[in-house]
């Protein structure tokens, strides 16, 4: 080597080599760690549960519908005379709440009776008198559901002069009964509906006053139910006397005595 010459310096191809040979690249162990860190730990999947995915869904019970009738009135004692003079019979019953609610007589029709039949014969049961038909109120129908069903009921009711009897609470579906000034059904009758009913009613007894019976409108054509309610039931009436009117209960039903 010349003395103009400068030595060349020699490449450590050595360390290099042994660096690129020290294992797998820094990076790719990182990602590796990483993945194995971060993944979310998967849920343990019991028979149970894998039973549950494949069992088919099942849809929604569909409410069966029952359509109900029934027919029911508003009996008026005094429908000749006065208005002030008036009043009305009225079944009260007590809810879920504890409230006494007033409302008109009424029940389900029965096989072989017409909706007429059925006003009158509820209207004795459930107060213990007797009334007729003179003319159609009108009907309310409304829907609930009871019992696995869904209800449509459609109830007929009239307008009805008092023959003869005594109000009675005998029946156990109901609490009282009562005699109400017909200027005060707005307030009791606890249903709008048949708050409605009320109004028509003493409208037909203004007609019965100037025109007579004759210009009261004709009954609608009734015929008789030829199969029972699906939803009919059975009174449990009270045959013991001495239940029927405890001590210092009225006689005529409409609730305790001073």
């Avoid at 029952?66 to 004692?77: K, W, Y």
Wanted: overall charge positive.
């Amino acid at each position: 080597m010349s003395d103009g010459e400068q030595p060349k310096s020699r490449r450590r191809r050595g360390r290099r080599r042994g660096r690129r040979a020290a294992g797998p690249p820094q990076g790719s162990a990182e990602r590796t760690d990483t993945a194995n860190t971060d993944a979310a730990p998967q849920p343990t999947v019991t028979p149970t549960d894998q039973a549950r995915k494949s069992r088919p869904r099942r849809p929604p019970e569909r409410l069966r519908t029952v359509h109900e009738t029934s027919a029911g009135g508003l009996v008026i004692d005094g429908i000749d005379g006065p208005k002030d003079s008036q009043v009305a019979a009225l079944i009260g019953r007590v809810d879920r709440r504890g409230r006494m609610l007033w409302s008109l007589p009424k029940g389900h029709i029965e096989m072989g009776e017409t909706a007429e039949q059925t006003a009158i014969r509820e209207v004795a049961e459930e107060t213990g008198i007797q009334g007729s038909v003179l003319a159609a109120l009108g009907s309310i129908d409304y829907w609930f559901v009871t019992e696995g069903r869904r209800v449509h009921k459609t109830v007929h009711h009239y307008l009805m002069r008092f023959l003869d009897g005594e109000l009675s609470d005998e029946d156990v579906e109901v609490t009282e009964v009562a005699w109400v000034p017909l200027k005060e059904l707005p307030s009791r009758l606890a249903y709008a509906d048949e708050r409605r009913l009320a109004e028509v009613a003493d409208e037909l007894i203004d007609k019965l006053h100037t025109d007579g019976p004759a210009a009261l409108p004709p009954l609608p054509r009734s015929a008789p139910r030829r199969r029972p309610q699906t939803h009919s039931h059975t009174r449990n009436r009270r045959r013991d006397e001495s239940s029927q009117t405890p001590p210092g209960r009225r006689t005529n039903g409409c609730g305790q005595g001073p």
